[in-house]
């Protein structure tokens, strides 16, 4: 199975939230460089907010439709 970068996120409150909000929604999620992103900052990049390919645009709308709300 492929996965697509959803969105990136400095902060891990913010990437988990997004995660749960995606997870409620029944889509399969999965935050990348987590450790990584604790040990080091965003010298190396932040999380990433990774679904299969054939959600991405689910997600993208779900997260875009938040925003807004």
Do not use: T, W
């Not at 400095?10 to 460089?33: C, T, W, Y």
């Not at 190396?44 to 439709?65: D, F, S």
């Amino acid at each position: 199975m492929k996965f697509a970068k959803v969105r990136e996120y400095q902060s891990p409150i913010l990437a988990h939230f997004d995660a749960e909000k995606l997870e409620l929604a029944g889509l399969m999620v999965r935050l990348e460089n987590q450790q990584m992103a604790s040990l080091y900052g965003n010298v190396l990049g932040g999380i990433i907010l990774i679904v299969p390919e054939n959600q991405l645009n689910k997600a993208q709308e779900i997260l875009r439709n938040e925003q807004h709300s």
